[in-house]
């Protein structure tokens, strides 16, 4: 094959790989942006807002990652992990005494004329769904920001396919017409001994 015929099909397949990265990176700048605004509206409509950061409901230690959003309204998956995990969590152990809803719920079950029982049960049941929509729009969030991170190494490869095509098609330019990319060589001559 000839080198300037294998040139130019490496730079046309270059290009092509650079369109094709494009649209990627489009897709996924689109998804990014879908994901982010989706999340950021639904938990706006929520009202959530974080308590201040020198309120008495954040003093203790074990809510210390809920100060950094102090008197916010949750708009972002960062703000809803932190709120679901160190403001609902502590919570719902306190209130279920560190047993989850399953564990509650068995209780109430085998006690069923227990009505103080049967007010925890719902109460942590509630605060668990809560708390499980929360980890999901954060889960959302981070798929949204992956998709960031990789738009932008689509770009990045698209913007380096098209820069090894240029250089293929240079290459090609400067490369004699009857040069052959994988021409066999003549065995090297023998030596003669002496």
């Given at each position: 094959?000839?080198?300037?015929?294998?040139?130019?099909?490496?730079?046309?397949?270059g290009?092509?790989?650079?369109?094709?990265?494009?649209?990627?990176?489009?897709?996924l700048?689109?998804?990014?942006?879908f994901?982010?605004?989706?999340?950021?509206?639904?938990?706006?409509?929520?009202?959530?807002?974080?308590?201040?950061?020198?309120?008495?409901a954040?003093?203790?230690?074990?809510?210390?990652?809920?100060?950094?959003?102090?008197?916010?309204?949750?708009?972002?998956?960062?703000?809803?992990?932190?709120?679901?995990?160190y403001?609902?969590?502590?919570?719902?152990?306190?209130?279920?005494?560190?047993?989850?809803?399953?564990?509650?719920?068995?209780k109430?079950?085998?006690?069923?004329?227990?009505?103080?029982?049967?007010?925890?049960?719902?109460?942590?049941?509630?605060?668990?769904?809560?708390?499980?929509?929360?980890?999901?729009?954060?889960?959302?969030?981070?798929?949204?920001?992956?998709?960031?991170?990789?738009?932008?190494?689509?770009?990045?490869?698209?913007?380096?396919?098209?820069?090894?095509?240029?250089?293929?098609?240079a290459?090609?330019?400067?490369?004699?017409?009857?040069?052959?990319?994988?021409?066999?060589?003549?065995?090297?001559?023998?030596?003669?001994?002496?």
């Open positions: 094959m000839r080198r300037r015929t294998f040139d130019t099909l490496a730079s046309v397949a290009v092509g790989m650079a369109v094709i990265l494009i649209i990627a990176g489009g897709l700048t689109w998804g990014h942006s994901i982010t605004n989706e999340v950021h509206t639904q938990l706006a409509a929520q009202k959530i807002y974080f308590p201040p950061a020198n309120s008495a954040v003093k203790a230690p074990e809510f210390a990652p809920m100060r950094q959003y102090g008197g916010e309204l949750m708009t972002s998956g960062a703000q809803a992990q932190t709120y679901a995990n403001f609902i969590a502590n919570h719902l152990k306190e209130i279920g005494g560190g047993q989850t809803y399953a564990q509650l719920s068995a109430s079950l085998a006690q069923p004329n227990n009505a103080a029982l049967a007010g925890q049960v719902q109460t942590v049941f509630r605060g668990e769904t809560l708390r499980g929509l929360l980890l999901n729009a954060y889960a959302f969030w981070e798929i949204g920001q992956i998709m960031a991170i990789a738009a932008i190494t689509a770009f990045a490869g698209a913007l380096l396919m098209l820069i090894l095509s240029g250089l293929g098609i290459h090609q330019r400067r490369t004699p017409r009857d040069t052959e990319v994988f021409a066999p060589h003549a065995p090297p001559a023998k030596v003669a001994a002496s």
